[in-house]
């Protein structure tokens, strides 16, 4: 189980075009109320004298681990399928550079690129401003990517996708369960720092509900360390398609399906599903989500949500009936006659008149 709209993503789109909307509402007005929506809180924050956004995202990132942790343990989902299908590959230097501007930007405008949307949604024309920055940006960058030494920089120092509970080789509980004690302690910290900068300090009520609801979710987690391992789950076998079938989809409903080649590009040159496009495994993770199911050809360690690999790949496609007669424009094949249950057909009576 893949918890919990993936499937909105292609059979359903529609409901989980309503999930989605719901669902930024809801985090749009849990910002707005946090204070996100204006860029002297935001800017505060260098300043270390309003530690509320480092609090409140790191609450939210420690929420979200720890409750996906739980779940993982209990079996109502797969960590890893959910951490593959959600996170990027890691690209080291482009993302340090990137984070460095994005950072910058940060500072100068009072914005990132998600609270500049609540605040131009408040009314704040600074908000306004910098969301027109985040487009313009965008589209600046998408013409650097045409130059060739930009766009071999962008694709460089590829490691895939990186997990650090694989990189510190420790149980996802264990770690989660360390970030959940860390994050107690740097909200003590921030806490104090803001005390020495002259602002206001949360009061200790709130923050013994806080602090316990966190401690509580980190044991919980540590609990499940100790509950045996479910068997592996339906969505955790990669689901294949014949050729058969395939190229039925390819005949009768195109515009259904998109099939993308990870093979080099000589050997996709040479031979190929029709309409199929190559691409690079690396861009695997970052199909966008259009309804169309997605079939993969080539050797994938993992598949997306909802994509099945071409059983047999290539030479199945190329070795199967239905393929053949698709490319050579000959009939297909009849279908196998049904059995008769044994013995030597009888010879059908003729009609009328005397036999010979």
């Known amino acids: 189980m893949t918890f919990p709209f993936t499937a909105l993503s292609a059979a359903a789109r529609q409901e989980g075009l309503v999930v989605a909307v ?28 309003d530690m509320r956004v480092f609090k409140v995202m790191f609450s939210a990132i420690v929420t979200a681990m720890l409750g996906l942790t ?12 959910i ?16 984070g460095f501007v994005l950072g910058a930007g940060f500072i100068v405008s009072g914005y990132c690129p998600g609270t500049s949307i609540v605040a131009a949604g408040s009314g704040n024309i600074d908000g306004a401003v910098t969301v027109g920055g985040v ?16 766009h071999a920089f962008h694709n460089s120092s590829e490691r895939g996708a990186w997990f650090l509970y694989d990189i510190v080789k420790v149980p ?4 989660a369960a360390a970030v959940a004690a860390m994050a107690v302690l740097a909200f003590i910290g921030a806490e104090k720092v803001e005390s020495l900068m002259g602002g ?10 806080a602090f316990a609801g966190v401690g509580a979710f980190a044991i919980i987690a540590l609990i499940t360390m100790a509950i045996p ?34 093979r080099d590009a000589a050997a996709f040159a040479k031979e190929r599903v029709p ?14 989500g259009d309804g169309r199911a997605v079939v993969v050809v080539g050797d994938a360690p993992r598949l997306p949500p909802n994509a099945r690999l071409l059983a047999g790949g290539i030479p199945a496609w190329s070795a199967d009936p239905l393929v053949k007669a698709m490319t050579s424009g000959a009939p297909p094949p009849p279908p196998p006659a049904p059995a008769t249950g044994g013995g030597i057909a009888k010879p059908k009576k003729k009609g009328g008149g005397c036999s010979a």
């Open 22 to 49: 719901l669902i930024g509402i809801a985090f749009g007005f849990v910002l707005e109320r946090a204070g996100f929506g204006r860029a002297d809180k935001l800017a505060a924050q260098f300043y270390l004298r």
């Open 70 to 81: 739980i779940a993982s343990g209990l079996g109502l989902t797969n960590l890893r399928d």
């Open 83 to 98: 951490s593959e299908s959600i996170a990027s590959f890691t690209w080291i230097w482009p993302m340090l550079i990137g």
């Open 135 to 150: 487009i313009a940006g965008t589209f600046t960058y998408s013409k650097l990517l045409q130059i060739p030494a930009f």
């Open 172 to 175: 996802p509980a264990l770690l």
């Open 200 to 209: 206001a300090r949360t009061a200790m009520r709130g923050r013994r509900y």
């Open 229 to 262: 391992a479910t068997p592996a789950s339906a969505n955790q076998t990669k689901s294949t398609i014949a050729a058969s079938e395939l190229a039925r989809l390819v005949v009768d409903a195109p515009w259904s399906v998109r099939i993308v080649d990870l």
């Open 275 to 288: 309409g199929s496009q190559n691409i690079p495994i690396a861009a695997l993770a970052d199909l966008p």
